[in-house]
């Protein structure tokens, strides 16, 4: 039962570092979601994907890019890291819009910069 | 841009109460979903609303989407420790395409 899967859980960056948050899903789900998630706040959509080749933005793409070249997936970049994208970053992914389908989260990566 | 406002943000309770969550907007959505979030966890869909009006009973949980469908509540009943968690509202528009958009939830903690 992966579902899912995002690695790594845990990770601490230094400002101006880049790194790669990788979420793979074994679903063949078509539609798929990185969202930030901050203390006491809900959910705000960073980029989303509606299957292999297509990226789009969502309400807060500054300083994050993303590539879908397969539809299992849908690695987050993060090229010059600042200490405003120290959050709690989920992937998930569903089999249609959300107006229809429920969307299937990744535990996340907890992602500290300094 | 469509925003869902979630109240109580914080609710403290003791075993054996009820409780009501609420998710309002001033958008119509078409459909809605709530979902509970544990520590260290991601989102967990608990159960998608669609009709105006329409209510939707999870053993102790029931959901209800307004007439006019801007608006939800959950209501719990006989709150069990194993309720704790993060509730968030989502919903989901024509207008909004692929796009879902959620509440900043409400976290219920069930003291025994």
């Known amino acids: 039962n992966a579902g899912v899967t995002q690695t790594p859980k845990f990770r601490i960056l230094k400002i101006g570092q880049s790194m790669t948050l990788q979420c793979t899903q074994d679903?063949?789900?078509?539609?798929m979601y990185w969202y930030r998630q901050d203390p006491g706040m809900g959910l705000k959509l960073i980029y989303y994907s509606v299957g292999a080749g297509i990226t789009d933005k969502g309400e807060v793409p500054n300083g994050y890019n993303v590539s879908r070249s397969t539809t299992e997936d849908f690695p987050l970049r993060l090229e010059l890291a600042a200490p405003s994208q120290t959050s709690v970053y989920f992937c998930a992914s569903s089999t249609g819009r959300p107006i229809d389908q429920p969307q299937h989260f990744g535990d996340g990566t907890r992602l500290s910069i300094l | 841009t469509q925003l869902l406002e979630q109240s109580p943000q914080f609710l403290s309770i003791q075993e054996g109460e009820n409780l009501t969550v609420y998710c309002n907007s001033s958008s119509v959505f078409s459909s809605l979903q709530w979902y509970r979030q544990e520590p260290g966890e991601g989102p967990v869909l608990l159960v998608t609303?669609?009709?105006?009006?329409e209510v939707k009973k999870l053993k102790r949980l029931t959901f209800q989407f307004g007439d006019a469908r801007k608006d939800s509540s959950l209501h719990i009943t006989a709150a069990q420790p194993g309720d704790t968690g993060l509730y968030l509202c989502a919903g989901a528009a024509e207008t909004s395409g692929s796009r879902l958009t959620f509440g900043e939830g409400t976290q219920l903690t069930v003291n025994p």
């Open positions: 609303v669609v009709t105006g009006g």
């Open positions: 679903m063949n789900h078509n539609y």
